[in-house]
């Protein structure tokens, strides 16, 4: 059992031996890629700054990423029911078919879009929908009133009882 404990021992010692790093010459563009880079940091440059070849001993240029907008949308998997508000209790205005796409146009947290269709605007549940785009710059809506339905029911038999209908 020794044997086996001091042979694993030197077998790891000898593995581990071979990334031992040996006398290497450094690289000199590492070197001036460091000193760009160490200039950039003490004149206070922005990180996004790429050195260039005007000006005699190098010039800093920034370089300012500018932001793209995409249209967002929304397509489903099934038919999906859109509505006039967000809930199933809400007039159907009409269903997308999958592969169609509607512009996004609002949001309802915690999971509705208002998209607009040929059909006109209503409210696509995030449950079937696959929103792409910029859809983080969409506003957030309120939800319509309540469609009128009445109060509940009055309770079932016996009088007593817990019954209730809501709409």
Same mark, same amino acid.
């Given at each position: ?18 990334? =031992?790093?040996?006398? &290497?010459? @450094?690289? !000199?563009?590492? *070197? ?5 880079? +160490? $200039?950039?940091?003490?004149?206070? =440059?922005?990180?996004? &700054?790429? @050195?260039? !070849?005007?000006? *005699? ?5 920034? +370089? $300012? ?8 949308? &929304? ?93």
């Amino acid at each position: 059992m020794k044997q086996i404990v001091a042979l694993s021992l030197l077998a790891g010692f000898i593995i581990s031996s071979c990334n =031992v790093p040996g006398e &290497a010459t @450094p690289n !000199a563009q590492i *070197g001036t890629a460091a000193a760009l880079t +160490v $200039q950039a940091v003490i004149n206070d =440059v922005t990180p996004l &700054a790429s @050195p260039t !070849a005007e000006g *005699g001993q190098g010039s800093i240029e920034v +370089v $300012q990423p500018t932001p793209t907008f995409i249209q967002p949308v &929304a397509s489903v998997g099934d038919v999906v029911n859109c509505r006039s508000g967000p809930g199933k209790n809400y007039e159907r205005v009409t269903q997308i078919q999958p592969g169609e796409s509607v512009n996004i146009i609002g949001f309802f947290p915690p999971n509705y879009w208002v998209v607009s269709t040929k059909d006109g605007e209503c409210w696509l549940s995030g449950e079937f929908a696959t929103p792409v785009g910029s859809f983080a710059a969409v506003p957030t809506v309120t939800a319509p009133p309540t469609p009128e339905g009445g109060g509940p029911e009055e309770p079932t038999w016996p009088k007593t009882g817990w019954t209730f209908y809501c709409y």
